[in-house]
């Protein structure tokens, strides 16, 4: 019996500071190169699949040129849209328009960011990717993604509720791992 692993690895800390960052592309800092330098130090993999996005495919293709591994794109894995919200300060969103965000947390199934993304149509389009990389040859995969991607695929290998995919934390360039028997 064989082990399929899937390392899940969020991007490092970006540009821009305290923001709703979804489809709005911050490089990384020179602490979030660091911060993915060290949690991929003496990691092995058979493919990188990143996310089209500079803080996730900048660090991505570096790694794959240095470890000699084939890298792939995967649109899909795009952080959640969050429309008329994106790029502006979480702490003046939240202050400003707390009667329309506070649906991503009390009624996720039904939430829709203003001129953005259903939370559905993010998950769907998320786990497309997932089942994807799943079917896929490689026995040892790393993807590198976004803290929302994470919480899906978490949601869905843990068999969690919805409204529960908002308390799990998923810092900076952690790393999360699934196994799955083939």
Known sequence: ??????????????????????????????????????????????????????????????LAEKTNTDLLLADELREFDFGIWENQDMAKVFKEDFDRIKGMWNDPMNFVAPEGESLLNFEARVLKAWFGCLARPEQKQLIVCHGGVIRILLKEILGLPFPNINRLDVPYACQSNSSNRR
């Open 1 to 62: 019996m064989q082990y399929k692993t899937i390392d899940l690895l969020r991007h490092g800390e970006p540009d821009g500071g305290n923001v709703f960052r979804g489809r709005t592309d911050h490089p990384l800092t020179e602490q979030g190169w660091q911060q993915l330098e060290q949690a991929t130090d003496g990691g092995d993999w058979d493919v990188i699949i990143t996310s089209p996005l500079s803080r996730c495919h900048d660090f991505a293709k570096s």
